[in-house]
């Protein structure tokens, strides 16, 4: 019996194993094939870390976590469990919860700015090559030099048309600047707002320090993001995630080793970050985790094998529990025998083959201990979880999401000048003082040509003035050392 009260019970072999919670932000691992009991064991997790007051974050990929604010006691198999694995303290309870969701429907409404997001993450969402993404990354430093604020996607779409018609003269400032780029970088938009992604980009944007809650009994807040439709695109969801990882990164300040997480982050699908991934992003994405410990944040990853997740990233995840996997196909068997070397080895314990005879809610489990070093793997049932696995009813949602004291603040959209609203006012501008031109009686035989000088004079000028006006150092960010983004203002 584990007599220390903030240890993190989270299975139960002989005795029963548990992460330390100094230990928790030295990340982990949730793998198994499908229905073998990961999300139950996130879920096991979540409520343990909210229990001795730390924050997580998590994906509802399937919609199966919404009850994690009700008390369960409605599965038989968990009734069961509890009684087989005689757990002492356990107690149906609901735990606290915050729904997010990037529509807006489930959830309070989550976005950031484009300029937040940055041409990096941005042109992996809009599936860019190389060139498409430079020319991206140079549309941002021009909206940067203007000073226009890039904040939803009718600010980029208008700051791109800007950038295709100045392109003779942007160029010999920022180099070449092809129409072909700007072409493909539009219809990427175009597809993202057919996804419906553009209502992930404005105002007001996700404050993390939101995600960062304890309730009146000090426990810490679950926060739960929608993202079954959110998985449709792939790519968006693993993006989004990733923004998410990186932003805690630029905000959190440094808090060495910490007693226990500030945050938990659980990153569900974790294979959809890596698939196709540029090595360039990878070899951030490794970045970003090592780094983000020392800011005190764990990351878990979820996936159905570990093998999943690049060498880099599995070398650092020190908590693990592996459910079962196949092994019909010889390659199934590969899979099963690399996975199992993953772990460090227990001489009672032939790994390979316990992996493959695993029954749902039970697994391999190895965390780290005191010293950081991993404990030798153990057969073990993973503890049920103490609220409800029944999801929540749209009523029941609806009730939380209006009794949480975030109510209101994201749910009205706000559309303040930027890109968009200047560049349409400049445009409206240059037309009028053009017409005027034109009307002047006096006017030369090339009054065409003075015409054009004027537009630029007047775009040049109108240009100048903003940008001393709003400053310079919008979209220069901090965030750039990782992924080229914007710094909050
Ligand atoms: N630790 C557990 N205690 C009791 N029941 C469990 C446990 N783990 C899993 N189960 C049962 O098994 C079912 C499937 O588990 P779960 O949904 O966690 O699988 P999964 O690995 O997430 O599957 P998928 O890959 O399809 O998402 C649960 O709904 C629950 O009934
Ligand atoms: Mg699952």
């Known amino acids: ?147 226009l604020l890039l904040l939803d996607l009718k600010d980029l779409r208008a700051m791109l048309q800007f950038v295709g018609e100045q392109a003779p003269q942007l160029q010999k400032q920022y180099g070449n600047i092809s129409a072909a780029s700007i072409g493909a970088i539009q219809r990427g938009l175009l597809h993202l707002e057919e996804q419906g992604g553009g209502i992930f980009f404005g105002e007001p944007a996700l404050n993390l320090e939101d995600l960062l809650q304890t309730d009146a009994d000090g426990r810490g807040v679950v ?86 997740l690049p060498e880099t990233v599995l070398g650092q995840l020190g908590n693990r529990v592996q459910h079962a996997l196949r092994a019909f196909t010889p390659r199934d068997q590969r899979a ?37 070093a991993p404990t030798p793997v153990e057969r073990a049932y993973i503890c049920p979880p103490q609220s409800r696995l029944t999801p929540a009813t749209t009523d029941e949602r609806r009730r939380i999401i209006r009794e949480s004291i975030l109510y209101g603040h994201y749910e009205k959209n706000v559309d303040r000048e930027s890109a968009y609203e200047i560049l349409k006012e400049r445009a409206g501008r240059q037309q009028k003082e053009v017409t005027e031109v034109l009307a002047q009686p006096q006017r030369p035989a090339d009054g065409r040509t003075q015409a054009g000088n004027l537009i630029a004079a007047a775009a040049k000028s109108a240009a100048h003035a903003i940008g001393s006006q709003v400053g310079r150092q919008i979209i220069r960010g901090v965030l750039g050392s990782l992924f080229g983004g914007a710094k909050k203002r």
């Open 1 to 147: 019996m584990n007599t220390d009260a903030a240890a993190l019970v989270i299975a139960k072999s002989k005795a029963e194993i548990a992460i330390l919670p100094g230990m928790a932000n030295r990340h982990g691992l949730i793998a198994g094939a499908t229905g073998t009991g990961k999300t139950v064991t996130l879920r096991t997790m979540a409520e343990q870390f909210s229990r001795i007051g730390v924050p997580v974050f998590m994906a509802d990929v399937k919609g199966d976590l919404s009850g994690v604010p009700f008390p369960g006691g409605e599965s038989v198999r968990v009734t069961e469990r509890v009684r087989s694995l005689e757990l002492e303290d356990f107690r149906f309870q609901g735990f606290p919860v915050m729904f997010w969701d990037v529509f807006g429907e489930q959830g309070h409404p989550v976005r950031t700015t484009i300029s937040e997001m940055g041409p990096l993450l941005l042109g992996r969402i809009l599936t860019l090559n190389e060139i498409q993404g430079g020319v991206l990354t140079l549309v941002f430093k021009v909206a940067d030099d203007e000073g």
């Open 223 to 308: 926060n739960i993001l929608a993202a079954d439709r959110l998985l449709q695109s792939p790519k968006l969801y693993a993006t989004f995630l990733l923004w998410m990882l990186s932003e805690l990164f630029e905000r959190l300040p440094e808090t060495g080793d910490p007693e226990k997480p500030r945050l938990v982050f659980f990153f569900d699908e974790a294979h959809l970050l890596f698939n196709d991934s540029p090595k360039a992003l990878v070899g951030k994405i490794e970045q970003v985790v090592r780094l983000i410990r020392s800011k005190g944040v764990g990351v878990y990853f979820i996936t159905q094998n570990p093998l999943d």
């Open 336 to 372: 099963v025998k690399a996975a199992a070397e993953t772990f460090r080895a227990n001489p009672g314990l032939n790994v390979a083959r316990v992996i493959t005879e695993l029954e749902v809610g039970e697994a391999l489990v190895s965390v780290l201990d005191k010293k950081g």
